[in-house]
C-alpha cells in the first residue's frame, strides 16, 4: 500500500513526465522512477525519492534555442505544480490560482529545490534577454503549468501515470511503459488534437507543426 509521500512523489515525477509529452519535439522521457528505500526508512526531503530521466532530442542538445530553454523551465516546474494540484485539490488550485501565482509562498514546496537548481541558469537567463523581471517570467510559466495539468484529461492522466508508477515492478517505469500507457488511455490521441492550442497560449506554432500534430491524431 503506497503511503501519502509515496503517492505525492508519484504524482510530482509524472507532472513532469506529462509536461515533456506535450514538448516532445524537443525532450524524451527515458524512465520515471521512485526510490524504494527512503520510504522505509525515513522522510528526510533532502534526500533523494525519486526522478525523472528527461533526455533532449539531438538538436535541442546540439543547438538549444531561447525556447527550449523555456520549456525545460516549464517541464522541471511540472513537478512542483503536479504536488500542489494534488495536495491542494484540483478545484482549489484553479479558483485561487492567481493568488498562488503571486505568492508561491503558499505553495508546498517540497521537491522543488532541485528543480530549481537544475534550471536556475536558464531562468536568469530568460529574464535577462526578455529584460523582464523574474516575478514576472515565474508568473507567466507557472500559470502555463499550471493551466496545462488542469485540464481534466491531462490531469487524469497525471493520476494515471503515477498509479502506473507506484504499481510497478521497483518503482520505475520505462519509456516504452510510459508511452504504452499515453496510448492505451487515450492520451497520445487527445494531446495531439488539442497541441496547437494549447501551445500557442504561450508559443507560436508553424503552419508544419498544425499538420504534423493533425496527422498524428488522425494515425493514433
Request: aromatic content about 12%; overall charge neutral.
Amino acid at each position: 500500500m503506497a503511503t501519502e509521500q509515496q503517492k505525492k512523489d508519484a504524482i510530482h515525477e509524472s507532472g513532469h513526465a506529462v509536461i515533456a509529452k506535450l514538448f516532445d519535439d524537443d525532450f524524451e522521457v527515458k524512465s520515471i522512477t521512485l526510490s524504494p528505500n527512503i520510504y522505509a526508512a525515513h522522510t528526510d526531503t533532502t534526500d533523494w525519492r525519486g526522478g525523472i530521466h528527461l533526455k533532449p532530442k539531438l538538436k535541442t542538445l546540439q543547438t538549444p534555442t531561447l525556447e527550449n530553454k523555456d520549456k525545460l523551465i516549464i517541464s522541471m516546474w511540472g513537478g512542483l505544480a503536479a504536488q500542489n494540484i494534488f495536495i491542494k485539490g484540483h478545484d482549489n488550485i484553479r479558483n485561487n490560482l492567481n493568488t498562488y501565482l503571486a505568492k508561491p509562498n503558499l505553495l508546498d514546496l517540497n521537491g522543488f529545490i532541485g528543480d530549481w537548481e537544475l534550471t536556475s541558469e536558464y531562468i536568469t537567463e530568460q529574464t535577462q534577454i526578455r529584460e523582464i523581471s523574474y516575478d514576472k517570467y515565474r508568473l507567466g510559466f507557472l500559470d502555463f503549468t499550471f493551466n496545462y495539468l488542469l485540464l481534466d484529461k491531462v490531469w487524469e492522466t497525471t493520476e494515471s501515470l503515477s498509479e502506473l508508477v507506484l504499481n510497478s515492478q521497483n518503482l520505475t517505469v520505462t519509456q516504452k511503459e510510459i508511452e504504452y500507457h499515453y496510448r492505451n488511455t487515450g492520451f497520445t490521441k487527445y494531446l495531439y488534437k488539442n497541441k496547437t492550442c494549447i501551445l500557442n497560449k504561450r508559443y507560436k506554432v508553424s503552419v508544419y507543426k498544425k499538420l504534423i500534430y493533425y496527422l498524428k491524431s488522425i494515425l493514433q
